[in-house]
């Protein structure tokens, strides 16, 4: 399971939130093999006066939170960081300064879906991948 949540100025981030979900869901279906109906994105478009961030950023600064099941490796981990590094650059043309991404984990049993408990749930796919 995962959830993700974008935030950025919301003039920068609401003319790409398909193409920004795209990449992000890309990244995960080849880094942690999420299915590809399994998409949980949340934008967060910010007024400028709502969303500060530190000199050396520009307007296009954005965050990417990714909250899921503990399970993944290390290794999986990185791999989702490298790919969304490179495919946000290389497609949404946001400079890597400008991306930061936190990875949040937590055990199932910390998470509520479809009226059970997380570690109660049948999944169809991996998650120690």
Partial sequence: MGQIKIYGLKEKLNP??????????????????FPADKRFHR???MEKEDFLYANGRTDSYTVIEISI?????????????RLLYE??????????????ITIFETPKHNWGIRGLPGDELTLNYKINV
């Fill in 43 to 45: 934008f967060f478009p």
């Fill in 69 to 81: 099941f503990e399970g993944r490796t290390v290794e999986a981990k990185k791999r989702l960081i």
């Fill in 16 to 33: 790409i939130k398909e193409s920004f979900s795209n990449v992000i869901h890309s990244c995960l279906v080849e880094a942690f093999e």
């Fill in 87 to 100: 495919r946000v650059n290389s497609e949404l043309n946001i400079s890597l300064h400008d991306i930061e």
